[in-house]
């Protein structure tokens, strides 16, 4: 056996391949570390330990490959070589045999993985040495921290695969059957994928995935950054199973290969049993007739027909295509039947939705299919031998080429069509019944169907130009991996250098593909034009018949570069130029393209300019009147915005600094002149405006003031400025104005400079030489910030109105009461009017609508309009908005103060971005956030309900009381919105219905500090949106559950109160919102107030186990001993346990659940009391009436716990 | 009609030279192409198929030039190479049809005749529906042999068609090509002298990339009359026995040798006058080339 051992080591350690895998792994993650592209954040080191791990599993997806080549080939080399049939003869054991191939092969594939470590070793080393990445980004370097992931994470993979090839060789004898297997482990972590998108399924998505990077994923999501670079993975738990569970999948294959394995059976020819004597030898005596044969141009078609037709049946039959689009139908089925799930929600199966989901896993097999049998096409011939007999035939090489190219294209169409049927399907079963022919056949014969065909095209060049198979596939496969590396790590995006890419595009139910329309053609035509050119000027090397080589076929080529066929090329060229020429003009030109680096450095180049003016003194607006013309055919719109400035501050103003980005243009007109201005901005010229620099666009106007403005003084002006859509951007992006749902967030400029606008990153900041920036905003008690709105610095409170002009056939809306309607034309005129003062915070929108209204009644009596604005088609969960309003506006006017308006308006817009906006009494609010929702189980969350109240509560957070600009204001805005809307989706569907919600809430949270880049501040300091939401919603929940409903309306009505409507400063801020809080809260618990607000606490509570004894009919003793132990963390997620005398957390006992009278789920407790408990370990015992399931501490997780899972335990039953 | 070959030569690239100034003049019917292992066969069957060029010369058939137009000649073609392979998943009968399209028999139905008509004559019609990666190395062969001959081929080259054919193939085979019409060059390649003598008209031997003998076979039974001698020897004396004479073949008999030597007169020693077959003439070329005896 060592003998074998030894002979396979020294075979691969001669052989190319082995040093060529070993120097590719390395490479690659030297590059990856040394250029700094790691997932790791800013506070995190690429070499952190954590780090190093994730990568080395990612690799390992490759270690499919190259493990396939490695542990495969040994033994099959026997049976190829037919070595196999000497072995009988040699004094050699089978277990020698046996052993010694697989060993050997096993650790050459070690050797190989080793390539990784040393990569990102050397990466570390060379990143830091040649400053490519700040030496700072790199922690120090421990061998453990490589060799702890190698041996638990990637180790158990190898060996999984490596027995797993070795047994997919020894049962079946087929080389081919190793591409299954790879194909299979593939699918296996994609299902895994595929389920760990959903919270619910957390515990067999860890248990499952063979790759074990979901687990290892789940085992370090919630590790700050100061763990990351700390501490090497945990393995136990889920990890630690699922890395056993594989290792032991992989001894069952290797014991049972061992097993099934001996010289007879593997090595005896594979003859199947032959038919004996092929009898009837029927005597055949007639004469060959003479048949018409006939070689025209008809021949040359109706071949061309026949051998596509031939080539199409080959793949069809092709067990391994029906393998690999097997999978990729099933990929579908997954994708269409369970879609997107928001908190867990489904939506119903729109076409448009549907369509989407094909870039999901469907792509990814249409990918492999599309390179490996356009490859295979093209090389069937030769590979069968058939090229000995069929280059013989009178078929010209063009015809050979094409019918191999139609064959595919036939096959492209095939892939295409198949999302069309199962997506009717689907939407049949599921009840669906509105099917969008429309959608389906534009999506899948117009925009996939060209894609599949480019990639088809790409392939078939470069095996055209390779002509050898296996290096053909590995070229066309590198080309994909040069083009998304450069694309996703090097942020190169420029789509016309990237082969068959083009701009994004999303489907919408409202606007069907819009402008994304004209992008997609124009590069479909280009890439289109350009393949073909590919395909035909490399057809020109093709030569068939025997004895051919590379220079025989470049001879062949050069002797054709003036046929026909060349000529054909050529012309294709030039089209593909021609067309890249215009697309050319319109995203560097028009559409101002820049690279990712550019737009950086104007980032910083525009910070470095005109930061001087930040805190210059400015006038503030006092009244707006809008009068806008939207064109939504032409997507474009003229405003004109009438203003009224005031000098509020106490030095004289000369000057008024304008700024807007996205507009086309913009004056300032001061008596119907046009204001002279300074454009302080100096840039570099674009880099791909190669042909001639671009007209400077001044978005950044320092104009002079016809008069000083002194103290108090008022000047009245007016704003023009357009918006016009001309052509498309390089990522085809735009959403503001579409042909249906445009929705416009700024129509006129903004005053000053906008701290907003500066690089935030301190790595990138350090890059452009800027210092580092720690917060956005100043501390709580900053003058300039206390007098200052948080959403717009332009002005406090403001009058407005809005005149605005849209199509005939569309509804035009603006904040205020619709006055007039009118008809000019074939344009259609809105003038509203807002009767009291809002904050500087307005939209216009324009959509072809339906509306539904209904209507509130306050406690003084009055109504309060609702109005819907939607597409007609979805009308499934109007219901939902509407009560989320009505009961809102009732419930809040209660407790929190009357609301301020008379009406209320929901606006639906194309799902282009997912967000809702509230603006005073008008929200606008993505298609893609529920109006499909299918919320047919009972314990779905209406998440519907509970964004359209938090909006709604933005009427009072945000517009009755406008936060001011300093650090953790926005959590007055935010935070109360979030806990008011969850306070009444509780009240809606009672206390369990909100535990998915809270689930999601505490995950988002324990995430987000896991990603943060700089450094987490106390929630009073909030400044990321994973505080003011996530943490924001939890602790205020938390709090009432201390201190009760009363105490916290208490509160937040006194905060209400104090600065509702303030038109004056000082604007509220974080402290004004404690102080209120403060005062109710008694004194026992405002170590949690502060604890929570003022420190960054985490609890780890854990129930050990659960014992009960059934004590008389219905009464139960249970004795349950518990953990408490609280923590609390620094800025970076470093934690020591606190000190501290007890706190109070919830016992809870549990009966089993049922289901209420709305067929909801209901939990049943039968104890749940706060206990004050200290750290360390408490046996509580209790008496309870009715049989208990579960039993713990915290049960409901009201505390921040990053093991939530292990707060409650199953309850044991002793006698 | 006749094929005419002009000093072809033809050297691959990594340095063996195939075809070393070939010239032949084929004209209708058979035409045996004998020639050991390695002879340039192939390489001299394949350039004329239009699979490959050769480095000089010339192939004419009639006033049509083989190597410039092969378009052309790839219409009257049958060809059956001595390796091939077939698409393993098509059935036997749906790959005929489509080759028969590809010779350029368009009519659909005359071409549904035709196919199973050749597959009778193979005698694989029974196998018609089966895929052809589940025939036998024979059936494989049989198939190869109809596809040569679908269309209207009055060009046919067949290289070693009959390897791999049991005997009874074999005779079917024979027939099946005597069937084949007047007007016909057919080529056929082999190392079975046996192929030849039932079949051909005319023959050549080639060895070494050249043409050694070219006409008859009785033209070769002729030359050899008066020169052939048998004996029976001990295996230990061959050593002597090759130093003196002209061994040109030696076979086993009975743990003996029968050794067969070629001279001018009757050399004595116990050596027979004996009737030269096909097999003398071939080895007695090609012993000029190589050694032909092999113990």
Redesign the interface.
């Known amino acids: 056996m060592l003998n074998i051992f030894i002979f396979e080591l020294r075979y691969r350690f001669s052989r190319p391949a082995t040093y060529m895998y070993f120097g590719i792994l390395l490479l690659v993650s030297l590059l990856l570390f040394a250029s700094g592209s790691t997932p790791a954040t800013e506070k995190v080191f690429h070499n952190a330990p954590i780090t190093i791990a994730n990568l080395m599993l990612v690799v390992s997806i490759f270690g499919i490959l190259i493990a396939s080549a490695v542990m495969g080939v040994p033994m099959y080399r026997d049976i190829e070589h037919k070595t196999g049939t000497f072995l009988f003869s040699l004094p050699i054991t089978k277990s020698a045999y046996f052993m010694g191939r697989f060993w050997g092969s096993f650790v050459t594939l070690l050797f190989i993985s080793l390539g990784v470590v040393v990569g990102i070793y050397l990466g570390t080393i060379i990143g830091a040495a040649t400053g490519w990445t700040p030496a700072e980004r790199y922690g120090p370097n421990l061998f453990m921290n490589y060799f702890h992931p190698w041996y638990t994470l990637v180790l158990p993979n190898l060996w999984f695969f490596s027995t797993l090839f070795f047994a997919l060789i020894i049962f079946t004898k087929n080389i081919k059957a190793i591409y299954s297997g790879g194909i299979i482990v593939f699918i296996l972590y994609l299902i895994t994928n595929f389920w760990a998108s959903d919270l619910e399924n957390k515990e067999l998505v860890q248990i499952l995935d063979p790759l074990g990077l979901n687990s290892f994923s789940f085992q370090v999501e919630y590790l700050t950054p100061f763990e990351q670079n700390s501490y090497r993975v945990d393995v136990s738990g889920n990890l630690l199973i699922n890395r056993i569970l594989w290792v032991l999948v992989g001894l069952l294959l290797f014991i049972a290969s061992y097993m099934r394995f001996s010289f007879k059976y593997f090595f005896q020819a594979t003859s199947?049993k032959?038919?004996v004597a092929?009898?009837?030898?029927?005597s055949?005596k007639?004469?060959?007739?003479?048949?018409?044969?006939?070689?025209t141009n008809?021949?040359q078609r109706?071949?061309l027909i026949?051998?596509s037709k031939?080539e199409i049946?080959?793949v069809l039959?092709?067990s391994y295509f029906r393998a690999i689009l097997l999978g990729g139908v099933v990929f579908l089925v997954i994708d269409f039947w369970i879609g997107n799930t928001i908190y867990s929600v489904p939506n119903h199966p729109s076409t448009s939705f549907l369509m989407q989901f094909k870039g999901f896993d469907y792509i990814i097999f249409v990918f492999i299919i599309l390179v490996f049998f356009g490859g295979e096409t093209l090389h069937?011939d030769k590979?069968?031998?058939?090229s000995?007999?069929?280059?013989?035939?009178?078929?010209?090489d063009s015809v050979l080429i094409a019918s191999k190219f139609f064959g595919m294209a036939a096959i492209c169409f095939l892939l295409a069509t198949l999302p069309i049927v199962v997506g009717l399907v689907v939407q049949t079963l599921q009840g669906y019944y509105n099917y969008d022919i429309g959608v389906y056949l534009v999506d899948s014969y117009l925009i996939s169907f060209p894609d599949y065909l480019q990639m088809l095209m790409l392939v078939f060049a470069v095996h055209l130009i390779v002509n050898n198979k296996f290096a053909g596939h590995a070229v066309s496969i590198g080309l994909w991996l040069v083009m998304i590396v450069l694309r996703d790590f090097a942020d190169y995006n420029f789509n016309l250098f990237f082969f068959s890419y083009k701009p994004n595009f999303i489907w919408s139910d409202m606007n069907g593909l819009g402008h994304f329309g004209a992008p997609l053609l124009w590069f479909n035509l280009y890439w289109t034009a350009f393949g073909v050119f590919l395909i035909l000027f490399f057809s020109l090397f093709f030569a068939?018949?025997?004895?051919i080589?590379f220079r025989k076929r470049l001879s062949k080529g050069k002797s054709r570069l003036k046929s026909s066929t060349a000529l054909v090329s050529y012309a294709l060229l030039f089209m593909a130029l021609g067309i890249g020429a215009y697309i050319f003009n319109t995203v560097v030109y028009t559409n101002g393209y820049m690279t990712v680096n550019e737009s950086e450095k104007r980032q910083s180049d525009y910070e470095k300019q005109l930061k001087q003016y930040e805190f210059l003194a400015q006038p503030k607006v006092i009244s707006v009147n809008v009068n806008a013309e939207i064109f939504p055919k032409k997507r474009d719109t003229y405003s004109v915005v009438k203003v009224q400035l005031v000098n509020k501050t106490d030095e004289a103003i000369d000057s008024l600094h304008l700024n807007f980005a996205e507009a086309s243009y913009f004056h300032a007109i001061y008596n119907k002149d046009t204001l002279a201005y300074r454009y302080p901005l100096t840039y570099e010229k674009p880099k791909f405006q190669i042909f001639g620099k671009k007209d400077v666009k001044p978005w950044y106007k320092i104009y002079a003031l016809p008069s000083t403005m002194q103290p108090g003084d008022t000047l009245e002006l007016e704003f023009h400025s357009a918006l016009i859509n001309e052509g498309f951007s390089n990522s085809g992006y735009s959403r503001e104005i579409v042909f249906n749902g445009t929705f416009i967030g700024q129509s006129m400029p903004s005053i000053g400079y906008n701290s907003g606008s500066e690089l935030t990153s301190d790595e990138k900041r350090k890059k452009y030489e800027l210092p580092e920036k720690p917060d956005d905003l100043p501390p709580h008690d900053d003058p300039y910030g206390v007098r200052t709105m948080l959403f717009n610095d332009d002005a406090d409170l403001v009058t407005f109105e809005a005149t605005i002009g849209t199509s005939s056939d569309q509804i035009a809306v603006a904040p205020g009461y619709l006055q007039k309607e009118w008809t000019e034309g074939d344009r259609r005129y809105f003038h509203y009017v807002q009767d009291s003062k809002i904050d500087l915070f307005y939209n216009l929108v324009s959509a072809d609508y339906t509306v539904s209204s209904d209507k509130a009644k306050l406690p003084d009596g009055s109504d309060v309009n609702i109005d819907i604005f939607h597409l007609a088609s979805h009308d499934f969960n109007i219901d939902r908005f509407t009560s989320a309003f009505k009961d809102g506006i009732e419930y809040f006017s209660e407790v929190y103060g009357p609301y301020q308006f008379r009406q209320m308006r929901l606006l639906e817009f194309p799902r282009y971005a997912n967000f809702a906006q509230s603006f005073p009494n008008t929200v606008p609010y993505s298609e893609g956030f529920g109006w499909i929702a299918d919320f047919s189980d009972p314990d779905d969350f209406d998440y519907i309900y509970f964004v359209t109240a938090h909006e709604l509560a933005h009427q009072w957070w945000g517009h009755q009381v406008v936060p001011n600009s300093t650090r953790g204001a926005n959590l007055i805005s935010e935070s109360l919105a979030e806990y008011t809307a969850l306070v009444l989706s509780e009240r809606k569907y009672g206390k369990a219905n909100m535990k998915t919600f809270l689930e999601e809430e505490l995950n988002g949270y324990l995430r987000g500090r896991a990603f943060e880049s700089k450094k987490e501040n106390v929630f009073i300091d909030c400044n990321r949106s994973y505080q003011w939401y996530r943490k924001g919603s939890l602790i205020l929940y938390g709090l009432r559950d201390f201190i009760g409903d009363s105490l916290m309306n208490k509160a937040i009505r006194g905060f209400r109160d104090e600065f509702a409507h303030k038109e004056t400063p000082p604007f509220a801020g974080s402290h004004d919102l404690y102080r209120h809080f403060e005062t109710v809260t008694p004194d026992s618990l405002k170590y949690y107030l502060e604890d929570t607000w003022k420190k960054i606490t985490l609890y780890e509570n854990k129930a050990e186990n659960a014992m009960a004894r059934k004590i008389e009919e219905g009464v139960y003793e249970i004795t349950i001993k518990v953990n408490s132990q609280k923590l609390y963390a620094d800025s970076t997620g470093q934690e020591t346990p606190a000190i501290y005398q007890g706190d109070y957390v919830d016992i809870g006992v549990f009966a089993a659940e049922d289901k209420d009278e709305n067929g909801r789920k209901r939990t049943n407790p039968l104890y749940l009391e706060k206990h004050k408990l200290a750290p360390g370990e408490h046996t509580i015992t209790l008496k309870v009436q009715g049989e208990p399931v579960k039993a713990g501490i915290d049960p409901l997780n009201k505390l921040i716990d990053r093991k939530k899972d292990d707060n409650t335990v199953s309850v044991e039953f002793e006698e | 009609m006749q094929l005419s070959i002009q000093n072809l030569s033809k050297t691959y690239s990594n340095g063996v030279k195939a075809l070393n100034n070939v010239s032949l003049t084929i004209p209708k019917g058979m035409f045996g192409l004998l020639g050991p292992n390695g002879a340039g066969k192939s390489t001299l069957m394949r350039t004329i198929a239009t699979l490959q060029d050769a480095d000089s010369g010339s192939i004419m058939l009639d006033d049509l030039n083989v190597l410039e137009n092969p378009q052309a000649i790839r219409e009257r073609l049958g060809y059956l190479p001595q390796d091939f392979g077939l698409y393993p998943k098509i059935s036997a009968e749906v790959m005929l049809d489509h080759i028969a399209q590809m010779k350029g028999v368009g009519n659909r139905s005359e071409r549904k005749e035709l196919v199973s008509n050749l597959l009778e004559k193979v005698n694989l019609y029974t196998h018609r529906k089966k895929a052809l990666g589940t025939y036998s190395g024979g059936m494989r062969q049989r198939f190869g042999i109809a596809q040569a001959l679908a269309g209207n081929p009055n060009l046919i080259i067949v290289d070693e068609p009959t390897a791999g054919l049991d005997p009874t193939e074999r005779n079917r085979f024979y027939n099946l090509l005597s069937e084949i019409g007047e007007n016909t060059i057919i080529i056929l390649s082999t190392h079975i002298v046996e192929d030849v003598s039932t079949l051909c008209s005319n023959m050549a031997i080639i060895c070494n990339g050249e043409v050694l003998m070219d006409g008859t076979p009785s033209d070769g039974l002729n030359l050899l009359k008066q020169n052939i001698f048998a004996k029976i020897i001990r295996k230990d004396e061959l050593e002597s026995y090759k130093e003196n004479y002209k061994v040109i073949s030696t076979k086993l008999k009975e743990g003996n040798l029968a050794l067969r030597v070629e001279a001018d007169t009757i050399p004595g020693e116990g050596f027979e006058h004996v009737e030269p077959n096909l097999e003398d003439v071939y080895f007695s070329h090609i012993s000029k080339k190589v050694d032909p005896i092999t113990l």
């Not at chain 1, 068939?544 to 004895?547: A, L, N, Q, T, Y």
């Open positions: 199947k032959q038919k092929e009898s009837d030898d029927k055949v007639s004469l060959l007739k003479k048949v018409t044969t006939s070689f008809v021949y109706q071949s026949t051998l031939l049946k080959n039959k092709d069937r590979g069968t031998g058939y000995s007999i069929s280059d013989t035939f009178p078929i010209k068939r018949g025997s004895d080589n």
